[in-house]
């Protein structure tokens, strides 16, 4: 599988971090040792929203510094669904598919 730009933008990427391939491995790595999903489902399941857009907002700021494109922007719909009372089941489900897919992407940067 190849590294789709839709989903990670190592260009961006590197220039956010100074351009060191290294580096950015290691954040990629880092982020794929961490379950992001699992507290925010636990949050919502809970009914906590603040807890809940707190975990969201992390997950978003981490995928935008890692150029990770596609989970940012469902990040932050999910996020904004959230605060805003509105529904977000389809975000919810939206959210782990694209985090899915990215992570299996994030071996592939190179």
Do not use: C, W
């Given at each position: 599988m190849?590294?789709?730009?839709?989903?990670?933008n190592?260009?961006?990427?590197?220039?956010r971090?100074?351009?060191?391939?290294?580096?950015?491995?290691k954040?990629?790595?880092?982020?794929?040792?961490?379950?992001?999903?699992?507290?925010i489902?636990?949050?919502?399941?809970?009914?906590?929203m603040?807890?809940?857009?707190?975990?969201?907002?992390?997950?978003?700021?981490?995928a935008a510094?890692?150029?990770?494109?596609?989970?940012?922007?469902i990040?932050?719909?999910?996020?904004?669904?959230?605060?805003?009372?509105?529904?977000?089941?389809?975000?919810?489900?939206e959210?782990?598919?694209?985090?899915?897919?990215?992570?299996?992407?994030?071996?592939?940067?190179?």
């Amino acid at each position: 599988m190849a590294v789709s730009e839709e989903y990670i933008n190592i260009k961006e990427a590197l220039h956010r971090i100074g351009g060191s391939m290294d580096l950015y491995k290691k954040l990629l790595n880092s982020f794929t040792g961490t379950d992001y999903v699992a507290p925010i489902e636990e949050a919502l399941n809970a009914g906590t929203m603040e807890n809940a857009s707190h975990q969201i907002h992390t997950l978003k700021g981490v995928a935008a510094n890692l150029s990770l494109i596609k989970l940012a922007a469902i990040a932050g719909d999910l996020e904004h669904k959230v605060k805003n009372g509105v529904d977000h089941t389809d975000a919810l489900q939206e959210l782990k598919s694209i985090y899915l897919t990215t992570s299996e992407q994030i071996p592939e940067v190179s």
